[in-house]
Structure formats: structure tokens, C-alpha cells
């Protein structure tokens, strides 16, 4: 069981907007703003989408967004294209004790 | 072009021991915190450890304390991790990743497959 909840699958179609959550407790997700999303297509790496909470690197779509509201994170992705289709996984700082947890996914799918 | 490369993947028996190394390349590879994630075959990801930029400090996830060891040698540019006692659970895609500011991580490695299987 991963330390920070997300719904196991989400989709839409093309254009639409979908939002992912991310729940955890005051003692990761809740007391610290370092938490990322990182989007993985099948076979390959892990790739940054969004860092401390909201901030997004440079040559990431401004589709994409992130925000906080006490205990839970949410990615939100704006006009939905076939290319989003992937796993996508937050991950917050959780203390000196358990340091990094992630998100257990979601399957975002393009209808 | 920033760039991590990992390697020393592959199949062992459970209670034997495996070291994974990741070449960095296309930064100051002394200048930044590094990290180990894992992710088991169709499951989520898992952070392993981090190291700061010196080696002075490095921390892991509890499971795999006192059988993980992750080490850097900045003049090799290289980040290294030594797993022994290794059980079928540890099989995984080992990744290395950059840590800036020990805050997020990026960019990630390919990744290297560790195997614990008799």
C-alpha cells in the first residue's frame, strides 16, 4: 500500500480536462510544499511534470498544473491530447524519519 | 545534454549481493544530491535512498537500511548503490535520478533491471 493515495485510473476525451489527486496526511503532503508529479509512459523513464507543489520545468505544456489544498495534491491536465495517455505518480517529502513517498499511480487514459 | 546512465543490472539468487552504478553526464555532477528509485515489475515507484552532494550525508527508505548502501565518487562522476542480502521483493528496475536541492527529482535514468530469482 503506497503512502500517498491516487486514484487507480482516470480518463477523457481529446480537449477535455481531467484533474488527478493526491491524498496524504499533515505529515507529508500536508506540512511540506515539495510535492512533484512525474508522468512514465510504458517501457520508459519517469519524467518531471511539475515541482514544489505548482512549478513547472521548463519545456513541460503549460496544460499542465498543479496546486494544494491541505492534505491532498492534484495534477490537473487541460486539453486532454493522445500523447498524455500514461501513468502518472506524485510524491511528496514526508519528514527526516520516512524522507520521499510516492503515489501508488494513475492510468490516464485518452478516450 | 543532461544524462544518467545506469548499468550493473541483472540476475541473482536471493542472498547474494549486486552493485548498480549510474554515469552522469552534462552537469556538475558534484553540485547536486542524487537518488535511488525503484520500481517493481507492473507496480508504482519507490524512493531507495539519497546521497548529498559530498557523501556527509545519505538516508534510506527503513526496509532497506543496513542491506542497501548508496555511495558517490564525484571525481568519477559516478553514483553508486551496493545491495546485498538481496530477496525476490528487491526485484525491480533500478532508477537513478538527479535530487535538486534534495527536493524533486530530475532527470531520471533508463534504468537497470535487477532479477532476484534461484
Known amino acids: 500500500q503506497s503512502a500517498l493515495t491516487q486514484p487507480a485510473s482516470v480518463s477523457g476525451s481529446p480537449g477535455q480536462s481531467i484533474t488527478i489527486s493526491c491524498t496524504g496526511t499533515?505529515?507529508?503532503?500536508?506540512?511540506?510544499?515539495?510535492v512533484s508529479w512525474y508522468q512514465q509512459h510504458p517501457g520508459k523513464a519517469p519524467k518531471l511534470m511539475i515541482y514544489?507543489?505548482?512549478k513547472r520545468p521548463s519545456g513541460v505544456s503549460n496544460r499542465f498544473s498543479g496546486s494544494k489544498s491541505g492534505n491532498t495534491a492534484s495534477l490537473t491536465i487541460s486539453g486532454l491530447q493522445a500523447e498524455d495517455e500514461a501513468d502518472y505518480y506524485c510524491?511528496?517529502?514526508?519528514?527526516?524519519?520516512?524522507?520521499?513517498?510516492f503515489g501508488g499511480g494513475t492510468r490516464l487514459t485518452v478516450l | 545534454e543532461v544524462q544518467l546512465v545506469e548499468s550493473g543490472g541483472g540476475l541473482v539468487q536471493p542472498g547474494g549481493s549486486l552493485r548498480l552504478s549510474c554515469a552522469a553526464s552534462?552537469?556538475?555532477?558534484?553540485?547536486?544530491?542524487m537518488s535511488w528509485v525503484r520500481q517493481a515489475p507492473g507496480k508504482g515507484l519507490e524512493w531507495v535512498a539519497n546521497?548529498?552532494?559530498?557523501?556527509?550525508?545519505?538516508y534510506y527508505v527503513d526496509s532497506m537500511k543496513g542491506r542497501f548502501t548508496i555511495s558517490r565518487d564525484n571525481a568519477k562522476n559516478s553514483l553508486y548503490l551496493q545491495m546485498n542480502s538481496l530477496r525476490a521483493e528487491d526485484t525491480a528496475v533500478y532508477y537513478c535520478?538527479?535530487?535538486?536541492?534534495?527536493?524533486?527529482?530530475?532527470?531520471w535514468g533508463q534504468g537497470t533491471l535487477v532479477t532476484v530469482s534461484s
Open positions: 535520478a538527479r535530487h535538486p536541492g534534495g527536493s524533486w527529482f530530475d532527470p
Open positions: 510524491c511528496s517529502y514526508a519528514g527526516s524519519s520516512t524522507h520521499w513517498v
Open positions: 499533515s505529515s507529508d503532503v500536508g506540512s511540506y510544499n515539495v
Open positions: 546521497i548529498k552532494q559530498d557523501g556527509s550525508e545519505k
Open positions: 552534462g552537469f556538475t555532477f558534484s553540485s547536486y544530491w
Open positions: 514544489e507543489v505548482s
